[in-house]
């Protein structure tokens, strides 16, 4: 009965035999569930660059539209989220359907949807002003119906207050007007995730703004280090708007429009796409604001000759996709993947319940 007598030769075996077999067996288990799990990783790792690559295929890069430094390019592409009823952070403040309180803490701040119908996009990079001091939002994300008090990251973009400011409430933020602008920032929120990084691109910032309007002093007397503040200065929204005018109705007509890119000088300076027209559409004024801000901080720089072509611009699009991703999560369910190489960055926020990437950043290094 050679069934019967293999339990008792296991048994008549030595304690040294025993542990080594025992230890060897561990070992091969141990090489297998390691190699299952390296190939799972590189299978992930794949699947997204594979994904991302088919995404960035899919677009479509119009030729430029031009106005004095400023070149804008519109991405078309299919939408991949149908909902419509997304707010952006500017419409539902501006309704009172919105709440970002102040904490505390120059890097946290708690957000409250308070609609019962409509869930709202906040865009990492938004500026909210108010608060003890001006902050931006450092994630992007869909923040639901109904959604109670969720914490968010943010960094701070005035670092000389920290106090009530005039007749705004301390305790919470009332509007989100504007953007962080130069590319430089934008690496500094999102890619290095430094507070010290961020103020210092803030004053590298401010200082440009100023020799793009002519010189002079640009900061505000009731807060110098208020980025929002410089943004709000006479000179600049004069020569911000001066950009807009002529290039605000780049999107008339245009029903598959999902981001755009943009370059300054005869350079690719970033690139933005998102998850649908309609939100784009929302979006747009805001992003071109931001994009003239940042031409207009370049105005005294030197221009190339040639001119950016919309090939140049998908090779761009289709280079940083290409980049291997690394992933990290963030607060309220978000993840940010990073995916960088020796030209370019990009900064794709994806939303763990929708499981929707809601916004792509892509960044040409300087």
Known sequence: MPNSSEPAARSSLTSVQVLNGDTLLISLEGVIMNARRIAGLLATGLLLIAAAAAQTAGYRVSAPLTYKNLSIFLIHGKDENTKGNILT?????????????ETGDV?????????????????SGDIVKGGKQDRILAVSIIIPARSGRVS???????????????????????????????KELKMAANGARSQSDVWAQVSEAQERLAKGVGGGN????????????SLENDRVVASVDD???HLSNAL???????????????????????????LFKKLWPKMLKASATEAVSQARGVRLADPVKADAVKGFLDD?????????????????VTREDKDNVLYEARDEKSKLIVHKSYVKKP
């Open 107 to 123: 890097n946290e701040l708690e957000v409250e949807n308070l609609s019962k119908e409509f869930d709202v996009f906040i865009q």
């Open 243 to 245: 950009y807009v005018r």
């Open 152 to 182: 968010i990251e943010a960094f701070c973009v005035e670092s000389g207050r920290w106090t009530k400011r005039g007749n705004e409430d301390s305790d919470k933020f009332t509007s989100s007007n504007d953007r962080i602008v130069t």
């Open 252 to 278: 008339n007509g245009q029903d598959d429009v999902i981001g755009f890119a943009f370059a300054v000088n005869g350079q690719i300076n970033s690139a933005d796409v998102y998850a649908s027209n309609a």
């Open 218 to 229: 640009i900061t505000s007397r009731t807060s110098e280090s208020s980025l929002q503040l």
């Open 89 to 101: 952070l500017q419409e539902a403040l501006e309704r009172g359907l919105f709440r970002v309180y």
């Open 320 to 336: 940083a996709d290409k980049a291997r991703p690394k992933e990290q999560a963030l607060s309220a369910g978000a993840k940010l």
